[in-house]
């Protein structure tokens, strides 16, 4: 079996659906998620897991109503204080991809770069949370930045597209978990993803757990990843 995945991505998708299956507001099934990105954080974290992704906003997830929308925001911001301290006691590096719409509130965005402030010197699992994000734009806003450079259009190579990324030093995604059986990518982190692995487990997000998680590790790692190659041979034929 192949070892842990160095970069897990998660699309935390079924809030709504776990409240609705409850009769109780959507709003509910946001607050019940808070204790899932808890339980996956330390999961991923105990498992040797260096890199993990959050989708937790989406660009697209401003159009939803404006009662929704302020509600994460406030949902959101409690939890970043909440949990501040435990993130930087575990040793986790946190930063947020995307975060650059002005409707964002200036008390959260400060709450984000508090944040990344608070756990910038940590070496443990870097936390990455994509909240206002999109993966289309991430490309577009790299290929401005290669035209803003001066960049010749001979010179542009794979590597020197990926450098004008946001967070170039993350590595591309290993694994996706995407929760509540649903099976798209839903514009997240397109060019980290190219090659990844994808689960995804039937659970609502709210009803995800440690045990879940681990066992989308033992999926993977169960995988022949052969990136377009063929298997090694024995005895001549593929294996």
């Known amino acids: 079996m192949r070892a842990v995945p160095r970069h897990v991505a998660c699309v935390m998708d079924g809030n709504g659906r776990w409240a609705q299956r409850r009769s109780l507001p959507r709003t509910a099934g946001h607050r019940a998620a808070e204790a899932t990105v808890i339980d996956i954080i330390e999961a991923a974290r105990s498992a040797g897991v260096g890199w993990l992704s959050l989708y937790a906003f989406s660009t697209e997830n401003w159009n939803r109503p404006g009662s929704e929308v302020d509600y994460l925001m406030r949902l959101v911001r409690r939890v970043v204080r909440k949990h501040a301290p435990l993130l ?26 508090d944040l990344t402030t608070l756990t910038g010197d940590n070496r443990g699992m870097t936390l990455t949370v994509a909240f206002d994000h999109g993966g289309r734009r991430d490309i577009v806003e790299a290929a401005r930045s290669l035209i803003r450079s001066g960049t010749p259009v001979d010179e542009v190579t794979e590597q020197l597209f990926a450098e004008h990324l946001p967070f170039p030093d993350t590595p591309d995604v290993d694994l996706v978990i995407r929760t509540s059986g649903e099976q798209r990518i839903s514009n997240f982190m397109l060019w980290k993803v190219a090659y990844a692995e994808w689960v995804f487990p039937e ?15 033992h999926t993977y790692r169960c995988r022949d990843r052969r990136f377009g190659g063929l298997p090694p041979e024995t005895n001549g034929e593929p294996r």
């Not at 659970?203 to 590790?217: E, K, N, S, Y």
């Open 203 to 217: 659970q609502l997000w709210p009803d995800f757990r440690a045990a879940d998680f681990l066992a989308c590790l």
């Open 88 to 113: 930087l006691a575990r040793g986790v590096r946190c930063r947020f991809l995307g975060a650059a719409d002005p409707r964002i509130p200036r008390e959260l965005s400060r709450d984000f770069d």
